[in-house]
């Protein structure tokens, strides 16, 4: 089995493990809501095969349903998310040679572009997930903040990780 498929394997299950036992707790204020399960997606191969990528976002968006009790709404932010990923990526990496086994992370992007990777894709996540959850226009305001913050420190949890477990150049 390729090094690689090994490795997202193992990251997936990490990454959900991670979320459903430690950052599911955390909930300040109702507003900040770090979900970092979201960094397999962010993390997964740009050569990954459009199937492959919307079926093991369903996954694992599926799987902190599972143990959250949710009702698919990660789910369906995670695939939206995966759906969205090609698009995003030929935007902000137009000269990305999807061929040269070019990975997503600090080490190959930068720190800069990685972070405003991170930030859209979590956005984007969290706009969708949690329109999902009130499924009220009324409530738009608090919608918005809650997506704004949570936004933030997701990201910011995120690329700390990423720089905590960079593979050394």
Do not use: C
Not at 93 to 116: C, Q, R
Not at 124 to 130: P, V
Not at 138 to 147: A, P
Request: charged share 10%.
């Amino acid at each position: 089995m390729n090094n690689q498929i090994v490795k997202n394997i193992v990251r997936f299950v990490l990454l959900i493990v991670i979320q459903v036992f430690i950052f599911n707790k955390i909930n300040l204020g109702g507003y900040l809501n770090p979900y970092v399960y979201l960094m397999f997606v962010i993390l997964l191969p740009f050569e990954t095969p459009g199937w492959l990528l919307l079926t093991s976002s369903f996954a694992a968006g599926l799987s902190v349903d599972i143990f959250t009790g949710s009702l698919g709404i990660h789910a369906a932010a995670t695939t939206f998310v995966a759906f969205t990923r090609p698009f995003l990526v030929r935007a902000l990496l137009p000269k990305l040679d999807k061929g040269s086994g070019y990975l997503p992370g600090i080490n190959s992007m930068g720190l800069a572009t990685f972070s405003v990777y991170t930030l859209i894709f979590v956005f984007i996540h969290h706009f969708i997930l949690f329109f999902i959850e009130v499924f009220r226009f009324s409530e738009t305001g608090s919608i918005l903040l809650r997506v704004l913050l949570s936004t933030l420190l997701s990201s910011a949890m995120i690329i700390i990780l990423e720089i905590l477990f960079k593979k050394k150049d």
